[in-house]
């Protein structure tokens, strides 16, 4: 089955320093990876997703996340945190074995202090 | 832009009584999935639904669960007979494709309480 490890349930960074929210996958073959943002009573949105075009995937808002095949890992980062980056922040698997269904990380919360 | 709605943004429910969540999916998007969120909990997957019918389906999305989809732009989900672990948030969400590229767009939740 394909799944997601988020390994940070909270992170906290000062605005205008960098964000790296990180993100193990689990997969038997290469898998469709996506990361998708949630800001308070807002439904989840969808910040990047890595399809085997390209390692490197950039996103909306300034985030991008790398694909490391070695590592299992697809880590998103930002150079420099805004207030509004505030949000939770899902990372997720399209799983073929119940119809590309999503698998969702159990998610980091991103809070960005002045 | 295009986005998916849900009504209500919140439910609240005595235990034992029937709750139909609604959605309205984007217009030209061909699936349609409902996804829950219990408080401290990871996003779950309950239900696909394609061509009128599910096309799969979780381990949690029991007898008590039905989809439908009543007209061309409504997507419903109904609990039956809600229990207390029933209480959560419920994401509907719409894609255009069916391949395991395709993005889902979610709507903003329905927030059930049972009481």
């Known amino acids: 089955a394909q799944s997601v490890t988020q390994l940070d349930s909270h992170v906290s960074v000062s605005e205008g320093t960098p964000v790296l929210l990180r993100c193990n996958y689990s997969?038997?073959?290469?898998?469709?990876l996506f990361w998708y943002v949630q800001h308070p009573n807002k439904g989840l949105q969808l910040l990047l997703k890595?399809?085997?075009?390209?390692?490197l995937v950039k996103g909306i808002n300034g985030f991008e996340a790398e694909f490391k095949k070695s590592e299992t890992s697809f880590h998103l980062t930002k150079p420099s945190a805004h207030m509004s980056d505030a949000a939770e922040y899902f990372c997720?698997?399209?799983?073929?074995?119940?119809?590309?269904?999503?698998?969702f990380g159990k998610g980091t919360s991103l809070l960005v202090t002045p | 832009e295009p986005e998916v709605t849900q009504t209500p943004s919140h439910q609240v429910t005595q235990m034992g009584q029937e709750v139909i969540l609604r959605c309205v999916p984007i217009?030209?998007?061909?699936?349609f999935y409902w996804y829950r969120q219990i408080l401290g909990q990871k996003v779950e997957f309950l239900v696909s639904?394609?061509?009128?019918?599910?096309?799969?389906k979780s381990e949690i999305f029991d007898d008590q669960f039905s989809v439908e989809r009543p007209d061309g732009s409504n997507f419903t989900l109904k609990i039956r007979s809600t229990k207390l672990e029933d209480s959560a948030m419920y994401f509907c969400?719409?894609?255009?494709?069916?391949?395991?590229?395709?993005?889902?767009?979610f709507g903003p939740g329905t927030r059930l309480l049972v009481l």
């Open positions: 997969s038997s073959y290469s898998p469709s």
């Open positions: 997720v698997v399209s799983d073929p074995n119940s119809g590309y269904a999503l698998n």
């Open positions: 639904f394609y061509n009128n019918e599910i096309s799969e």
């Open positions: 969400a719409s894609k255009n494709g069916g391949g395991r590229q395709e993005t889902q767009y």
């Open positions: 890595y399809t085997s075009a390209a390692t």
């Open positions: 217009s030209n998007h061909l699936y």
